[in-house]
């Protein structure tokens, strides 16, 4: 089957989170399967420059009005994997963050920027494009390519299955009504029964609303988007689709993640000699200016840090952890309330080292040289990092929601345990789960048994993708 993947952003051409990561990984997943997948994303100048074997592909007009628009045909870094990046200079050739300016406003033509991803898509998945390649399935991603199953269901003729994955319903992709004006969708779209929600443009309510088929990144998370706690207005909606809603978990890409071969941490280590990850994690207190204790629990964070990620629960609890003897690091960006706050935290207490930043390096170095991995997330559609963590052998602390609860096996398990799961949202139940994980820690032969468990579990992609495309197929064959 040909798959189209539109996102709008791949690892490691361009990431901010876990989207990244799944685009990275995903089509090079299935294109290990035997399937023709290729990546469908804008042409930042980071993607431009990393991305390999670039040739000038066909011109695709001026759609939307934005200027010309030209598809450069590329392989990602791997040399495996195809990439389309849309190019159109007027409003992708911008430096940072794909979605925010410098100042950390979003950019104002961001309803135009992916509009005009959506509408490539479309029109590429449409017979006859200009390309000669015509997808089967196209793939799309969250808000930023929620239209494109729109386009599909006005444009006359036969077209490719769509499937709308939902990473996160918190980001609807809202835009004041005018911009029914620009994105060339029928007038008729703007309205219950499309892309209207409370009075605005909702580019995530449309993927959902036009997808063949939708998934969320998790059994669970799935599961609790159709209730009113977590389904963010559009639980409604997805109940009504109920039948077309599927649970799908992520993989990780275990080549990238892997303790026994990665380049970015000084001390490699395996489940057969788990020496390195010890001295990793001296390495690291001396790197952040802990007091280097090889004995003292080492928790970290490494996270966007916002509100859906519970940093606050992390901060209330910060002085019954210091009494514990635990160390905490943390490594994110986010929120300037919780950079303050993390901030000053760290600047009052030896024990707690703070990086406010994106550092892809530090980012590995911190999950192989800490020994629990502190995610208190509010919600958490999958979660990469906590798997990322249980491939390093370092033991998740996680409330009870979303992938945390569909990957995390609480050690109260003695032989299957990997991690520790809490079922209250607060700091006391937060700081029950340290105490647990500290226990444990300092009973060296459980603690052994719970880092192999966890580094032995297959988290690879190759389940996820077989998934997706019997999923693929059975939208296929329904339209056949
Ligand atoms: P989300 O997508 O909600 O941010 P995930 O756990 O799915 O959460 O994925 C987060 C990804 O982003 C992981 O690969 C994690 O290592 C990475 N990450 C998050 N914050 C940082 C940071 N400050 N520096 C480097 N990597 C980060
Ligand atoms: C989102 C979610 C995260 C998930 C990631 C990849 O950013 O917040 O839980 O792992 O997407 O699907």
């Known amino acids: 089957m040909k798959v189209l993947f539109v996102t709008s952003e791949a690892f490691p051409l361009l990431k901010t989170g876990g989207l990244g990561d799944v685009a990275g990984a995903l089509p090079a997943a299935l294109n290990a399967l035997g399937e023709n997948a290729r990546i469908l994303m804008p042409a930042y100048p980071q993607a431009l420059e990393m991305a390999r074997d670039k040739r000038p592909g066909v011109a695709l007009g001026m759609p939307l009005g934005v200027g010309e628009v030209r598809l450069i045909e590329a392989k990602m870094p791997d040399g495996k994997t195809p990439v389309w990046l849309v190019d159109c200079p007027n409003v992708c050739r911008r430096d940072g963050n794909p979605y925010t300016q410098q100042d950390g406003r979003d950019w104002p033509d961001n309803y135009l920027r992916f509009a005009l991803l959506s509408h ?188 859906q990620k519970g940093i606050d629960l992390i901060a209330d609890g910060a002085e019954r952890l210091e009494r514990l003897g635990v160390q905490i690091a943390v490594l994110g960006t986010g929120e300037q309330h919780l950079h303050d706050m993390l901030r000053s935290l760290a600047e009052t207490h030896p024990n707690i080292a703070v990086r406010i930043g994106y550092d892809e390096t530090l980012a590995h170095r911190m999950v192989a040289g800490s020994d629990v991995l502190l995610m208190p997330s509010r919600f958490e559609p999958c979660g990469l ?35 520790f799961v809490f079922d209250k949202l607060d700091a006391d139940t937060l700081i029950h789960g340290a105490e647990r994980a500290v226990a444990l820690y300092h009973s060296p032969d459980s603690w052994q048994k719970a880092r192999v468990n966890a580094m032995t579990r297959d988290w690879s992609w190759a389940h996820a993708a077989k998934d997706y495309v019997k999923l693929y197929q059975g939208l296929l064959k329904a339209g056949a």
């Open 120 to 307: 490539v898509a479309a029109q590429l998945a449409m017979p006859g494009n200009p390309t000669g390649w015509v997808p089967d399935i196209v793939h799309c991603n969250d808000w930023q390519s929620g239209l494109a199953p729109a386009y599909l269901h006005f444009w006359p003729g036969s077209r490719a299955k769509t499937v709308f994955t939902i990473h996160n319903l918190q980001y609807l992709g809202m835009f004041p009504p005018w911009v029914m004006e620009q994105i060339d969708l029928p007038g008729e779209a703007y309205g219950m029964d499309g892309v209207e929600f409370h009075g605005q443009v909702s580019f995530l309510k449309a993927g959902i609303f036009y997808g063949d088929a939708i998934t969320a990144v998790s059994p669970t998370y799935a599961h609790e988007i159709m209730s009113p706690a977590l389904g963010n207005g559009l639980d409604g909606l997805l109940r009504h689709r109920g039948h077309a809603v599927h649970g799908i978990l992520n993989g990780i890409d275990d080549e990238v993640w892997n303790p026994a071969t990665d380049p970015l941490i000084e001390h490699p280590y395996s489940t057969a000699d788990m020496s390195g990850k010890a001295s990793n994690k001296v390495a690291l207190q001396r790197e952040l200016g802990l007091p280097e204790a090889p004995d003292a629990p080492l928790f970290c964070v490494v996270s966007r840090l916002t509100w």
């Open 385 to 419: 990092t906590q798997m990322y963590a249980m491939r390093y052998g370092t033991l998740p602390l996680v409330y009870r929601t979303g992938g945390l609860a569909d990957t995390v096996t609480d050690c109260a398990d003695i032989h299957a345990g990997t991690g």
